[in-house]
């Protein structure tokens, strides 16, 4: 069954440093969705991506956040200063053009920013 | 129903039992609903959705009802068993956005 794929697991990092985690969405699948998760809390919408452009974005991706589909496989969130509030599980997610609600999920990249 | 801050709501049940997971979500206009799973240090996984013209939708050991008077969903778990343990959200989306707003989840043990 096709996936969704994110590297790395785990990315510690020092305040300050640029991250990039990165997201292989499934193969026939066009729209792409970046979603982060607090330690305990609900999962919340950073960004929607379609056609090569943001569709939508959420008041939490502010200019320190960035997404780009470099190729025809991944998907990449980069987040250029981190602070140590950006410390969060990372979910990619994508849907199809039929059905561009129902995301699939990665397995997700925790960030620990120091 | 819903929490607010770290604590999550919990169910508890035995193996074998029936479970029912409550939601309630925040806007009137949301077209979609989605029940996820997600198990520990994993990503959300899919169990069912549930468009609003419908009020209610079967899969295979879960069933999923939506009371759009009070918006309201709930997801119901037939014969838990020990691998159904997890943390459990419901998601909605309004016509026409991508986004997923998700509630705050409900915790279920499922005990041998």
């Known amino acids: 069954e096709p996936e969704v794929t994110q590297t790395p697991s785990h990315q510690v990092t020092q305040m300050g440093q640029e991250v990039i985690l990165r997201c292989v969405p499934i193969?026939?699948?066009?729209?792409f969705y970046w979603y982060r998760q607090i330690l305990g809390q609900k999962v919340e919408f950073l960004v929607s991506?379609?056609?090569?452009?943001?569709?939508?974005k959420s008041e939490i991706f502010d200019d320190q956040f960035s997404v780009e589909r470099p190729d025809g496989s991944n998907f990449t969130l980069k987040i250029r200063s981190t602070k140590l509030e950006d410390s969060a599980m990372y979910f990619c997610?994508?849907?199809?053009?039929?059905?561009?609600?129902?995301?699939?999920f990665g397995p997700g990249t925790r960030l620990t920013v120091l | 129903g819903e929490s607010v801050g770290l604590h999550l709501p919990t169910l508890s049940v035995q193996e074998g039992d029936n479970s029912i997971i409550n939601c309630a979500y925040s806007?009137?206009?949301?077209?979609?609903f989605i029940w996820y799973k997600q198990e520990s240090g994993k990503g959300p996984q899919f169990i069912i959705d549930i468009r609003s013209n419908m009020d209610k939708r079967q899969g295979q050991r879960v069933t999923v009802l939506l009371n759009k008077t009070v918006k309201h969903l709930s997801l119901q778990i037939a014969a838990t068993q020990p691998g159904d343990s997890a943390v459990y959200f419901c998601a909605e989306n309004l016509p026409s956005y991508g986004k997923l707003t998700f509630g705050q989840g409900t915790i279920l043990t499922v005990h041998p």
């Open positions: 997610a994508s849907s199809d053009s039929s059905r561009t609600d129902t995301q699939y």
């Open positions: 991506f379609y056609n090569n452009e943001i569709s939508e």
């Open positions: 806007n009137s206009a949301s077209d979609y």
């Open positions: 193969s026939n699948h066009l729209y």
